[in-house]
């Protein structure tokens, strides 16, 4: 994922092990800890999410074909 086009969260209502990236920023799990980067703080810390919740935060990609009607 560019970090340019990276998620900005608010930390506020996060928990401290949210924010400290010991929890996944979605769904608080704890174990395993969370490695994928999701985004970032307005300080530009990087967010961190389990690998489910971060395959959840990816857009889906753009169709490369496109289909037509038939004659």
Same mark, same amino acid.
């Given at each position: 994922? *560019?970090? @340019?086009?990276?998620? /900005?969260?608010?930390? *506020?209502?996060?928990?401290?092990?949210?924010? *400290? @990236?010991?929890? $996944?920023?979605? $769904?608080?799990?704890?174990?395993?800890? !969370?490695?994928?980067? =999701? @985004?970032?703080?307005?300080?530009?810390?990087?967010?961190?999410? $389990?690998?489910?919740?971060?395959?959840?935060?990816?857009?889906? !990609?753009?169709? /490369? =074909? =496109?289909?037509?009607? @038939?004659?």
């Amino acid at each position: 994922m *560019d970090w @340019g086009s990276m998620l /900005t969260f608010d930390p *506020d209502g996060l928990s401290w092990a949210q924010r *400290d @990236g010991d929890a $996944c920023v979605i $769904c608080h799990k704890r174990w395993p800890r !969370p490695r994928v980067r =999701v @985004g970032r703080f307005p300080d530009d810390t990087h967010v961190l999410a $389990c690998n489910d919740c971060a395959d959840s935060l990816t857009p889906a !990609p753009r169709a /490369t =074909v =496109v289909s037509f009607r @038939g004659r």
